[in-house]
C-alpha cells in the first residue's frame, strides 16, 4: 500500500520530500495523483483502440496506446503540479481557467474512440445503411453515363413505331375508301369499278407498298436499337459488377456513422453527451480538486521554498553586482596609476 500510495504521489506531481513534513496532505495528493494515473490509463486505451480500427495492427495500437496514455499522463501531471494555491479564490480560478479548458479539450479527445466502442453494435448497423446508401450512389453515377443515349435510342425506337403506325393508318383509310368507291356506300355512291375507283385503289396499292416498304426499314432500325441498349444495360452491369465495394470500416466512417445516430435518436444523442461530461468531468477532477481545495501546509511549505529560492537568487544577484562594482573600481584605479607613472 505505501508504494502505491507513494507511485500515486508521483503522479500528482507534488514534492515529495516536502510533502512528507506535511503529512495530512498524503491523502489529498494520492487522490489526485490516483485521478491523473486512471485518466493516462483511459487515454491509452482510447489511443490504442482509435488505432486500431485505423490500422487493424495490434502492435501499433499498443505502441501508440502507450505513448498516448504517457503524453496525457505527462500533460495533466503538469496542469495539477504547475497550479500554485494562491490567498483569493478568483486569482486561482483566473490562472486555472486556461488548464482548464486544456482539460476539456483533452476529455473530448479521449472520449470519442470509447464511445465508438460503447456503441459498436448500433455503429456497425447504421454502417450497412452507410454502405448500401454508397453502392447505390455508385450505380446511379453509372446508369446516369449511359442514360441519355438510352434515352435518345427509346426515343428513335418511339419515333419509328409512330411512322409505321402513321404509314399504316394511311394505308387503310385509302383502302377503305376505294372499297367504298366499289360498293357504293362512299365516294360517289355509284356502284361500279370505273376510273374512279381505279385511281382510289392504285392509292391504296402505292400507300400499301409505302407501309412495307417503311415497315421493313423502321423494323430494321428499331432492332438495331434495340441490340444498342442491350448492349448498353449489358456494359451497366459489367461496370457496376466491376465497382469497388469497399466496407466501411474506418476512423471517419465510423465518426460519420455515430454523428446519423446522435441526430436521429434522442437517447444515443443524450447517452453521447453524458459519456462526454463523465470523461470532461474526470478530466477536470484533479484541477477542481486543486481548485477547491483549502490552502494546507505543504502550500506553505511550498511557498517557502520558493519565496526562499526568490531571496537566495536577488541575494547572489546582488552579490555578482557589488563583485562586479569592486573589479571596476579596481581596474579604474589601477588604470589612473598607470596614467600617472606614463605622464609624470
Avoid at 184 to 197: A, E, M, W
Wanted: aromatic share 10%; net charge neutral.
Amino acid at each position: 500500500m505505501q508504494r502505491i500510495r507513494r507511485f500515486f504521489l508521483f503522479c500528482s506531481g507534488a514534492h515529495i520530500p516536502m510533502l512528507e513534513r506535511a503529512p495530512v496532505e498524503t491523502n489529498k495528493y494520492a487522490g489526485i495523483g490516483g485521478t491523473i494515473f486512471f485518466t493516462g490509463l483511459l487515454a491509452a486505451i482510447s489511443g490504442g483502440y482509435a488505432l486500431w480500427t485505423v490500422f487493424n495492427q495490434w502492435w501499433a495500437a499498443l505502441l501508440f496506446g502507450a505513448v498516448w496514455g504517457l503524453m496525457i499522463f505527462n500533460l495533466d501531471r503538469y496542469i495539477v503540479s504547475s497550479m500554485k494555491k494562491r490567498e483569493g479564490f478568483w486569482d486561482e480560478f483566473k490562472m486555472a481557467l486556461p488548464r482548464l479548458v486544456l482539460a476539456v479539450i483533452i476529455a473530448m479527445v479521449i472520449s470519442k474512440p470509447l464511445e465508438l466502442k460503447i456503441f459498436d453494435k448500433e455503429i456497425q448497423a447504421e454502417l450497412i445503411i452507410m454502405e448500401q446508401k454508397t453502392f447505390k450512389m455508385q450505380e446511379d453515377k453509372v446508369k446516369e453515363r449511359y442514360q441519355a443515349r438510352i434515352t435518345e435510342l427509346n426515343a428513335a425506337i418511339d419515333k419509328a413505331k409512330k411512322e409505321v403506325t402513321q404509314q399504316g393508318g394511311r394505308r387503310d383509310t385509302l383502302m377503305l375508301l376505294a372499297q367504298q368507291e366499289a360498293d357504293g356506300t362512299g365516294g360517289s355512291r355509284i356502284r361500279n369499278l370505273g376510273p374512279i375507283y381505279k385511281a382510289k385503289k392504285a392509292d391504296a396499292d402505292a400507300a400499301g407498298k409505302s407501309y412495307d416498304t417503311l415497315s421493313a426499314h423502321n423494323q430494321q432500325l428499331i432492332t438495331q436499337y434495340q441490340q444498342e441498349i442491350a448492349a448498353t444495360d449489358s456494359t451497366i452491369k459489367n461496370t457496376i459488377a466491376e465497382l469497388k465495394r469497399d466496407r466501411l470500416d474506418g476512423f471517419a466512417s465510423r465518426m460519420d456513422a455515430l454523428g446519423h445516430l446522435t441526430d436521429a435518436s434522442a437517447p444515443i444523442r443524450y447517452a453521447n453527451w453524458f459519456i462526454i461530461l463523465l470523461f470532461i468531468a474526470i478530466e477536470t477532477a484533479p484541477v477542481f480538486v486543486k481548485l477547491i481545495s483549502p490552502r494546507g501546509p505543504y502550500d506553505d511549505l511550498l511557498e517557502q521554498h520558493e519565496y526562499a529560492f526568490l531571496v537566495h537568487k536577488k541575494e547572489r544577484k546582488a552579490m555578482l553586482d557589488m563583485e562586479s562594482d569592486e573589479r571596476l573600481t579596481i581596474a579604474g584605479a589601477e588604470s589612473e596609476q598607470r596614467v600617472k607613472e606614463v605622464t609624470g
